[in-house]
């Protein structure tokens, strides 16, 4: 590891978690240079939900490399660009009656949600944007200002203008209403509060620790920006791509939001992301808001293959039946564990354990990486164990992963 302690910034973070030099990978699976097989139950932090190096994502770059197809674009028009909006329009589009644009924002996450602020303020001639505490919508000084953490936030003097932290859903207990103390701060003229132009919301949050906003919460914040006149930006970069069990997180609320921001999964692992955004939005001028990055072919071959899982339902229900034996396996462990105190929570195929203890919960993600299984941590002091595999793994593996878990959950407590 000593190159990496030489020349990588201190900000190093998962290089330390997961002490090991990784080499190749597969599926669910990942080796490192002595050729141990760890388990992977982090999945790239939600960006390879169709798994590591997957045979027909790999098949159909190998042949687009070979047939010398263009990989570095800027975002003039090409083949695999064309082929991949034609797929995003006929198999999700068509058949959840969306009408987005598309617009192509760069190759992180952070890229798309600084593109959703930028183009709210401008179509709304607002500055203030609402979020939530425990958000996370990425690092850089623009999705900073919405991010609701202080670790990351505290020494990036500035970046907390113009921004309003609503409690998300259950976040007091069950009985604080965060929707009528938002409706309150834009209601009452002392509250301090501009009228935002958006709010940005996660369905279920990753990053913040595995909370799932109920159905209810998240049509009653919809119905709220509709009649604030506030755009409604769904931040599913973590929770799009199948993560819940349906493409898009909002599908399961039957809300429609303004815009969405995607990427992680959606390039298979590859760089890229999108803003999603109703037509009426699409208030640019051409070149207004650009860079290098935005069109990466691989990443909308890579893309367009990944889509296929979507042209049947056999794909959804394949994440019901796996996330299903998440939750009854993690529910067994922890009745079989009582003085760990955990608390489950998820939906589809993202689940976390609460333990409320930070302390516990990164000594369980080390023992059972000294177990060869790398799952992370989440949460705001990081007391969450956070269960992210992809969803393309298969039962032998949840089964053995499960296993590892229970292991070190009993090694800990010893
Ligand atoms: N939004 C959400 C919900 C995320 O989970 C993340 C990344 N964890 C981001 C935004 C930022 O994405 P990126 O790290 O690719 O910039």
């Not at 006149?229 to 929770?239: C, E």
């Not at 023992?367 to 992210?388: C, D, H, P, W, Y």
């Amino acid at each position: 590891m000593r190159i990496f302690e030489e020349m990588e910034s201190e900000v190093r973070g998962y290089i330390r978690s997961f002490p090991a030099v990784f080499d190749v990978a597969r599926g669910s699976e990942i080796f490192d240079e002595h050729d141990n097989r760890y388990i992977d139950f982090f999945a790239g932090a939600g960006s390879l939900n169709y798994g590591h190096n997957n045979p027909a994502i790999k098949e159909a770059l190998i042949e687009y490399l070979q047939h010398d197809g263009i990989v570095h674009g800027l975002d003039k028009a090409t083949l695999a660009k064309q082929a991949f909006l034609t797929k995003l329009r006929d198999t999700i589009f068509a058949p959840r009656n969306m009408e987005y644009k598309v617009q192509f924002t760069g190759p992180t996450g952070t890229n798309s949600v600084e593109t959703a602020l930028k183009l709210a303020r401008m179509v709304k001639g607002r500055s203030n944007i609402i979020a939530f505490t425990n958000a996370y919508h990425g690092l850089s000084m623009g999705s900073l200002a919405v991010t609701g953490n202080s670790f990351y936030r505290d020494e990036s003097y500035g970046v907390r203008a113009n921004s309003a932290f609503i409690p998300f859903d259950g976040y007091l207990g069950s009985g604080f209403d965060s929707m009528a103390y938002l409706r309150k701060l834009l209601t009452d003229q002392s509250s301090g509060v501009d009228l935002p132009a958006a709010i940005i919301v996660e369905t279920v949050q990753g990053e913040g620790g595995i909370h799932v906003a109920r159905d209810e919460w998240l049509q009653e914040l919809e119905s709220i920006c509709r009649e604030f006149d506030i755009l409604l930006i769904i931040d599913d970069i973590q929770m799009g791509n199948g993560r819940t069990g349906t493409f898009f997180s909002f599908e399961r609320a039957g809300i429609m939001p303004d815009m969405v921001t995607v990427s992680k999964s959606i390039g298979t692992g590859l760089p890229m992301s999108l803003l999603l955004m109703r037509p009426e939005l699409d208030q640019w001028k051409p070149g207004e808001h650009t860079g290098t990055f935005r069109g990466n072919n691989l990443a909308f071959v890579a893309a367009t293959k990944a889509l296929e899982y979507w042209d049947t339902p056999d794909f959804a229900e394949g994440i019901a039946y796996k996330g299903g034996l998440f939750e009854k396996g993690l529910k067994a462990i922890l009745e079989k564990h009582p003085e760990a105190c955990g608390e489950l929570r998820g939906v589809g195929m993202v689940w976390g354990i609460d333990f409320s203890d930070a302390g516990f919960a990164s000594s369980i993600s080390e023992e059972a990486f000294s177990r060869n299984m790398i799952i992370e941590t989440a949460g705001a002091n990081g007391q969450v164990l956070k269960f992210l595999p992809a969803l393309t793994i298969d039962e032998a593996l949840i089964e053995e992963g499960l296993k590892i878990i229970d292991d070190s959950i009993a090694a800990v407590l010893k």
